[in-house]
């Protein structure tokens, strides 16, 4: 036998290096005459792919949650439904409802006297509150703690009439929408309102439409000058002579009267008359309105 030889002649010794496949980047070797083979481990996934089924997953999981809720809150939206200003609303079925707006106002509890009682002709009415004729008494003027001024008069005049606190219409001479506690002890309506979180004695009226009337102790109740409810617009005007006495129309209370510093213009007090003439009576005498002070 012949030793083999090259069929490309080349020099005894010489191996092929090609003969055994060599291992490359993992992929297995190929045979002689066989097709490659691709790689055995798994191609790495699409970003983009992941990105769009974690999306269709989070969309189905909210309207999922969406309907559950909904369907529990079905039917009682409309009637819990409130506004501010009372403009229209619309309900659940497609109608539409129009509603107000509801405060909810502090509780309320009655004013235990104070005593001693005070006589009705040692309280006399100021600008800024009431004047007491006893030295062992402080003056009740506007500000003051409102269990103690109110205090003062029921001890003085028995349990008024109580509205509670309510939403001030400014009938009594609170800034409309402000809150106010109005005390009514016959003719004299005691005004509270609330100031810096305190609750305060803030304003008076003596007034003949009150209630009572004349021959109650409430209505005796002078000014400093010595003016009672009943007097006539002649003895006012004698006993205001230093001071500005004017005459108007008050759209909800009729004619009025003023009496003013002389030296300043500012208001002293005011309150309704029944007319300008002489022998016309003063029917009610007024501290400055809460809502101009």
Known sequence: MSDPRDPSQNPPGWTDPY?????????????PGQPPTSPTGQPPGSPLLTGLIIGLL??????AVFQLFGAEDEGTA?????????????????????????????TTDPYPPVDPPIPAEDI?????????????????VFGTEDDLAIGRLV??????????????????GVCAGDLERVLIFDTFAAIVTKSGGQDIFNGYRNDLTSGGGLGTD????????????????????????????????????????EVNSAASGVQLLWGPVEGEDPSDRVIGIYAPDVCGR
Not at 155 to 172: H, K, M, V
Request: charged share 15%; glycine share 10%; net charge negative.
């Open 78 to 106: 409309a009637d819990t439904t409130t506004t501010t200003d009372g403009s229209p609303t619309t309900t659940t079925d497609g109608s539409s409802t129009t509603t107000s707006s509801t405060t909810t106002l502090p």
């Open 218 to 257: 409430p209505a005796s109740i002078e000014t400093l000058s010595g003016l009672v409810i009943g007097d006539t617009v002649q003895t006012m005007q004698d006993i205001y002579a230093s001071q500005r006495v004017v005459f108007g129309t008050d759209p909800k209370l009729g004619a009025i009267y």
């Open 155 to 172: 001890a003085s005049f028995g349990d008024p009439e109580d509205t509670g606190w309510q939403t001030s219409t400014g009938q009594y």
């Open 124 to 140: 006399k009415m100021m600008t800024d509150g009431l004047r007491i004729n006893d030295n062992d008494i402080k003056d009740i």
């Open 58 to 63: 989070l969309v189905a999981i909210s309207v």
């Open 19 to 31: 003969s055994d496949p060599i291992d490359v980047g993992g992929v297995p070797p190929v045979a």
